[in-house]
Structures are given as C-alpha cells and as structure tokens.
C-alpha cells in the first residue's frame, strides 16, 4: 500500500468519525432531559436570582453551581426570561467540552503524534459523564481532573509557573464538585516533589488556595459564622446524599463483587484466546514473552467486554451506564503498562492515572450513584493511558502486533461511546430508551425546542400555560421531579432545595422556620409523584403529604392529570 492511499484511507477514517461525532453532539443539544440535567440549570438560577451559598440555598452540590450560573446569568438579563436556555447552556457546555478537547490534541500531538492525538480527542469528544453536556457537577469534574493532566504536562515541556497555578485552579473546582477531593491535593505535591523536585508546589498551591479562598469568602458574605455550622447542618438534613453509609457499605462491596465475576468470566475467555495465538506463534517460532502474554490478554479482555458492552447497548434493552465495570479491565490493562517502565511513565500515572483512581473512593463517600455508575469517574485514566499507549506503539516501539491491539482497543471504546452518543437517550430514571422512543418538542419555557419522550412533552405543553397563570407571583412548594418548574414559574425559589432526587422529609418544614416569607401559597403536585422507584419511593417523602394535611387547608386550584396546582391556608 503506496503513502497516497494511506493517507487517502486515514483521511476518509478522520471524516467518518468526525461527522459521527459532530452528529453526536448536535442529537445532544436538542434531544431528551432529565432530572440530573434540569437540577443543574434550577440550582445555577437559583444563584442568578440572588439566592446565596448555604443561606438559604440548602443544596448539596451548590458550589459546583458556579460555572452554569456564570454563563445563565447575561442570557437571562439579555433575553428577559429562561426560554431556551438549556439548549444555550448545552451550547456553552458543548464549547468548553471541544475547547478541552484542543488543548488535550495539542498536548497529545507534541508527545505522541497528530493521528494518535486525534484518536484520543475524538474519544474525548464523544465521553460525557452522565450523558449531559451542560456544565453540571459531574462533567465539570471530568473537565477539572484532565485539565491538570493537561497543564501539568504542558507546564513539564516549558515550566511556566502560570500552567501550575491554573492547575491548581482546576483541582479546586474538583474540590468544589466534590469536598472530599482534598485528600488528592497531596498526592499531586507528592508527585510533584518525585517528577519535578517540587518546581510548580507553590503555584499550585496559590491556585488551589485562591478558589478555597473566594469560596470562604463568598460564604461568610452569606452566613454569619458563628451562625456557619447551623446552617452547615441544615445542608446535612438532605438525606439522599450525606447520610446512609452504612447502607453502602453494606450493599456496595457485594455490587463489586457481582461486578468482577463478570470480569473473572472476560478474563478468563481472553485467557484462552491469548493462550492459542501464543500457542500458534510458538510453532512458528516467533518471539513471546510472559509480558506480553499478560499485556495482550489484558488488550484481549478490554476489547471483548467493550463490545460486551455494545451488545447490551444494541440488543439487550440497556442503558448509558450498562457494564461501566469495564472500566476495571481498562485501568488494570493501563496500569500493568505504566507500571511495568515506571520510570517512562510515571508522569502519565501520577498525575493521570493514579488521580482518578483515587477519586471512586473519595466521590463515594458522598455521592448516592451506584457503584456500576461510579466507575465513570475512571475516564480520565483511559485518556492518560492512552497517551501512555500512544507513547510505547507508536512513537518508542515497532511493534506492529501492540498497534494492532492497541487500535483494537481505542476502537472498541469509540464504538460504546457512539452507541452513547448517537442511539441511547438520558431519560428520568435512567431507563434505557433509544432514538426509537416517540418524541415530541417542547413548545415553551427553559426546554423549549428540545424533542423529548412524548408523555414528558404533553404534560409541560398542555400544563404550561396554566401554572404560569394560576401560579402568578405566589411562594411555591413543587413536589415532584422536573426541577426546570423553578426557572420557568418562579422569580425566586421558595424551597431548600431543587434537587430531583431531594427527600420531602423536615428539612422542608425546617425551612420555612427559618425563612416564614418563603411559606407557600401554593402547592404543585406531580402527578408521577411516587411513581419512579429510582426518586420517590422513600418512607421520608411521606412525611411532605403528612405534613401539607396536618398543617394546612387546601383547595384544587387546577388538575389537568399531569399537575395539580393546591392553594394552601395554614389552619
């Protein structure tokens, strides 16, 4: 084959995968929502309408809140309201996401070469956290823990002490996704004193201290403190998230262990696949080693529970987060590479691989995803390993077999990815739901023009108008499950929290102690209330019902089936 149709073929590749990629995102910025993805615009509008930190915003994930605030707020001044302003956030999100994404094929271009990085910035390109690309706490800590991948490898190649301090920026806002990244603070001054002899310590030292320090300040602004650890734990009442760790850690290692019986059973098929290509080549007497044998059964198993994966994706009725426990083969295959020439790799590791490792325990301390959802956090690992992969392939080695298995392996998790990206759709409860489904386009407020599953598109149009006149500028106490209600109806939201998954428990009437100007007038029900197991079928929320007829006379204002609007009397 001449160089001319090599290049021909690698430029007809480049087209196809950026035209699949292209079409990936714009299928994301107009199809589906869910309750993750409006809880993220509700809790960003919440600051733009004036609400502050840990006053009377009593959100679990308000500081990650920020990013998607700073950019909602010129959209609402400039426009008058929130119509369409998730597609713009998705547009702003979209943005970031590429901008990213050059930076990562720049780096990857200087350390690798151009077609290794544009493999990785299309796999980049084409990974969302939870599937949604606004910037909501989850995809804004991917983009935090690659960005100081990213700076500290472009801060190795000039030293410039500016790169360490933004790095240091980006671990704090991975400390405001999730407090309990501290702790991996010093790992990155441990590595730092290994691979720099502690060049860069200070600057990213003073980046990390400016974001802590703009955070302390932007709470005192709020809270009195001595008034801070009362209002610290009205945050805490929030059950579904700072409470049930013993319920984790009693059901979480049993879901692991469920997880690597299925890995054993992988391992154990590219075990014996690897063991007959070995045989094969032993008669033809060409070199293997029992490195190799290790690396290529690894390279085996990666590729076999990726298309797994694709399977269940295709055939099985399976959702986004379907087998992410493949993410424990990747960070095994990678590993055994990185670690085996520590001293070659041991960038890659420490600032990449070993991070995000780090990061499952830490985010689960906190977080109320499953395991199986929690191993997303390992996607950083893939794209440091992938450099660590590029690296040994295709600019150290000649080793035409480890290409081979190594674009076997890039190709695999591409082929997932698209599944993601252009067949399934993020829906309420994570149900697996493709591009088949019956969908139907908001006509009006913050999601209007996205197409999303018809019943979710009747029950907004046909009850739109309706809430927006009968409610009026009354205090408002929404029970239910689309958390875009708040930035549609309310001017400012009367409630502790706009989280989907929140708990009606007291935390609710705790609130309205404390801020009696906030009491409802009126009450908005959900009639999918209590409906989705995966949301509402906790023995707390019923304490929210207990206390609307307990405390309060109440009169049907309007009920079109999908909501019904109450006035509410104190008796």
Same mark, same amino acid.
């Given at each position: 084959m001449n160089n001319k149709t090599k290049k021909y073929i690698w430029i007809s590749v480049c087209a196809i995968l950026g035209l699949l990629t292209v079409l990936g995102i714009i299928k994301a910025l107009f199809v589906s929502i869910d309750v993750d993805e409006s809880y993220a615009v509700a809790q960003a509008y919440r600051l733009v309408t004036g609400d502050k930190l840990l006053f009377d915003m009593?959100?679990?994930?308000?500081?990650?809140?920020?990013? +998607?605030?700073?950019? $909602?707020?010129? @959209?609402?001044?400039?426009?008058?309201?929130? *119509?369409?302003?998730?597609?713009? $956030?998705? /547009?702003?999100?979209?943005?970031?996401?590429?901008?990213?994404? *050059?930076?990562?094929?720049?780096?990857?271009?200087?350390?690798?070469?151009?077609?290794? *990085?544009?493999?990785?910035?299309?796999?980049?390109?084409?990974?969302?956290? #939870?599937?949604?690309?606004?910037?909501?706490?989850?995809?804004?800590?991917?983009?935090?823990?690659?960005?100081? @991948?990213?700076?500290?490898?472009?801060?190795?190649? =000039?030293?410039?002490?500016?790169?360490?301090?933004?790095?240091?920026?980006?671990f704090g806002a991975s400390v405001l996704c999730y407090p309990t990244m501290v702790p991996v603070f010093f790992v990155f001054l441990i590595s730092l004193a290994v691979t720099n002899k502690g060049k860069g310590t200070l600057s990213f030292t003073m980046g990390t201290a400016l974001v802590a320090a703009i955070t302390v300040v932007s709470i005192v602004l709020s809270v009195p403190?001595?008034?801070?650890?009362?209002?610290?734990?009205?945050? $805490?009442?929030?059950?579904?998230?700072?409470?049930?760790?013993?319920?984790?850690?009693?059901?979480? +290692?049993?879901?692991? !262990?469920?997880?690597?019986?299925? /890995?054993?059973?992988?391992?154990?098929?590219?075990?014996?696949?690897?063991? /007959?290509?070995?045989?094969?080549?032993?008669?033809?007497?060409?070199?293997?080693?029992?490195?190799?044998?290790?690396?290529?059964?690894?390279?085996?198993?990666?590729? !076999?529970?990726?298309?797994?994966?694709?399977?269940?994706?295709? @055939?099985?009725?399976? =959702?986004?987060?379907? !087998?992410?426990?493949?993410?424990?083969?990747?960070?095994?295959?990678?590993?055994?590479?990185?670690?085996?020439?520590?001293?070659?790799?041991?960038?890659?590791?420490?600032?990449?691989?070993?991070?995000?490792?780090?990061?499952?325990?830490?985010?689960?301390?906190?977080? =109320?995803?499953?395991?199986?959802? $929690?191993?997303? #956090?390992?996607?950083?690992?893939?794209?440091?390993?992938?450099?660590?992969?590029?690296?040994?392939? @295709?600019?150290?080695?000649?080793?035409?077999?480890?290409?081979?298995?190594? *674009?076997?392996?890039?190709?695999?998790?591409?082929?997932?990815?698209?599944?993601?990206?252009?067949?399934?759709?993020?829906?309420?409860?994570?149900a697996p739901v493709t591009m088949r489904a019956e969908l139907k386009k908001v006509e009006n407020g913050p999601a209007a023009g996205i197409f999303v599953l018809k019943d979710q598109a009747d029950a907004w149009n046909s009850s739109y108008e309706v809430m927006k006149e009968t409610i009026g500028d009354k205090n408002v106490l929404y029970i239910g499950q689309e958390q875009l209600f708040y930035v549609a109806f309310c001017e400012k939201v009367n409630t502790p929290s706009v989280q989907g998954t929140t708990v009606f428990n007291e935390m609710y009437e705790k609130y309205y102690d404390v801020f009696p100007d906030k009491y409802p007038e009126i009450i908005v029900k959900d009639a999918s209330f209590g409906a989705n197991a995966a949301y509402f079928n906790s023995y707390e929320n019923k304490y929210i019902e207990r206390w609307i007829r307990e405390n309060h006379e109440t009169k049907t204002l309007a009920n079109n089936g999908y909501y019904e609007i109450l006035s509410l009397k104190k008796k």
């Open positions: 009593w959100e679990p994930h308000q500081f990650s809140a920020f990013l +998607p605030a700073f950019f $909602l707020y010129p @959209f609402i001044k400039i426009t008058g309201g929130s *119509a369409h302003c998730v597609i713009y $956030l998705r /547009i702003v999100g979209s943005v970031i996401h590429l901008l990213i994404g *050059a930076f990562l094929y720049a780096i990857a271009s200087k350390q690798i070469n151009s077609k290794a *990085a544009f493999i990785i910035f299309i796999i980049h390109m084409n990974f969302l956290s #939870k599937w949604i690309c606004l910037p909501e706490f989850e995809l804004m800590h991917y983009w935090a823990m690659l960005l100081i @991948f990213l700076l500290f490898a472009a801060a190795k190649e =000039n030293g410039k002490g500016i790169l360490y301090f933004l790095a240091g920026i980006s403190v001595k008034d801070l650890p009362l209002f610290i734990s009205y945050v $805490l009442m929030d059950s579904s998230h700072t409470s049930g760790m013993k319920y984790k850690i009693d059901t979480y +290692p049993l879901e692991i !262990l469920e997880h690597l019986k299925g /890995i054993a059973v992988i391992l154990a098929i590219a075990l014996a696949v690897t063991l /007959i290509v070995f045989i094969v080549k032993k008669v033809l007497k060409k070199k293997s080693d029992i490195y190799s044998f290790i690396l290529y059964t690894l390279f085996t198993a990666s590729v !076999l529970i990726s298309f797994q994966t694709l399977y269940g994706y295709l @055939f099985l009725n399976c =959702n986004q987060f379907y !087998l992410q426990d493949r993410f424990f083969v990747y960070v095994l295959l990678i590993s055994v590479i990185a670690i085996k020439k520590f001293r070659e790799y041991r960038f890659e590791f420490l600032y990449g691989i070993l991070p995000s490792i780090l990061t499952v325990p830490l985010v689960f301390l906190i977080t =109320n995803m499953d395991m199986n959802s $929690l191993y997303s #956090k390992l996607f950083p690992v893939v794209i440091a390993g992938l450099f660590v992969i590029g690296k040994k392939y @295709f600019t150290k080695e000649k080793d035409t077999e480890g290409k081979i298995y190594s *674009a076997a392996f890039a190709l695999s998790i591409l082929l997932c990815l698209f599944a993601c990206r252009l067949i399934l759709l993020r829906v309420n409860g994570c």
